[in-house]
């Protein structure tokens, strides 16, 4: 069985990079990483254009451990505290995720 990769990609709003990177390590990480989210690496950037980006991956077994954790992370709690603040800090028309299927070499 080959694992399931989620890249997902965040234009981050002017000036919320300091902010965002926060959230992210103070609150969302622990938070996911308790919930068994396997995190494979985050990241950020500043474009051609000046607007900072940050992407993530996560792992799953497959798509149906995907949707079991979405259930177990995505909660009422979270769906009411945290992803206000997530969209406060973000380009919410710019979050792009991807699965992506590990290749063999």
């Not at 990079?17 to 068994?36: E, G, K, N, S, W």
């Amino acid at each position: 069985m080959t694992d399931l990769l989620e890249l997902r990609e965040y234009q981050i709003k002017p000036g919320q990079l300091d902010a965002f990177l926060q959230l992210m390590r103070d609150t969302i990480l622990p938070y996911q990483r308790a919930q068994v989210m396997e995190v494979v690496f985050t990241s950020h950037w500043c474009d051609e254009q000046g607007q900072d980006w940050f992407v993530w991956q996560r792992r799953y077994r497959d798509e149906a451990h995907r949707q079991q954790l979405f259930e177990q992370v995505y909660n009422d709690w979270w769906i009411e505290h945290i992803r206000p603040q997530v969209f406060e800090l973000i380009e919410a028309d710019t979050v792009r995720v991807r699965l992506l299927t590990p290749t063999a070499f």
